[in-house]
Nanobody
Framework: QVQLVESGGGLVQAGGSLRLSCAAS????????MGWFRQALGNDREFVAV????????FYADSVKGRFTISRNNAKNTLYLQLNSLNPEDTAVYHC???????????????????WGQGTQVTVSS
């Protein structure tokens, strides 16, 4: 069982940056691939990025590649998402999620994740 709590969201101007964090509690954080998803108002939840258990592999949605960076600190049981060059289309609630062993890399589909956080709001003004 893993509990996930996101933080770091807020209001930022276009072109600005934010750093999201996802604190995990429970056992074996380092045994999960960890992902970020986002859901804009009225839209389906969409994949943003995923990082492997050790942090050695990452994979991004085309829409954020080159602007967002996913990372993790297994000693601190924390997942991060650095958001740069933000634009209004990035406005959404951002959720972190944990995927147990056995899923095929990269885990980019919602059904591949076992645990979800409640999300943190990111709003980008033009």
């Amino acid at each position: 069982q893993v509990q996930l709590v996101e933080s770091g969201g807020g209001l930022v101007q276009a072109g600005g940056s934010l750093r999201l964090s996802c604190a995990a509690s429970g056992r074996s954080f380092s045994s999960y691939s960890m992902g970020w998803f986002r859901q804009a108002l009225g839209n389906d939840r969409e994949f943003v990025a995923v990082i492997s258990e050790s942090g050695g592999r990452t994979f991004y949605a085309d829409s954020v590649k080159g602007r967002f960076t996913i990372s993790r600190n297994n000693a601190k049981n924390t997942l991060y998402l650095q958001l740069n060059s933000l634009n209004p289309e990035d406005t959404a609630v951002y959720h972190c999620a944990a995927s147990a062993l056995g899923s095929t890399w990269p885990q980019a589909a919602l059904h591949e994740y076992d645990y979800w956080g409640q999300g943190t709001q990111v709003t980008v003004s033009s």
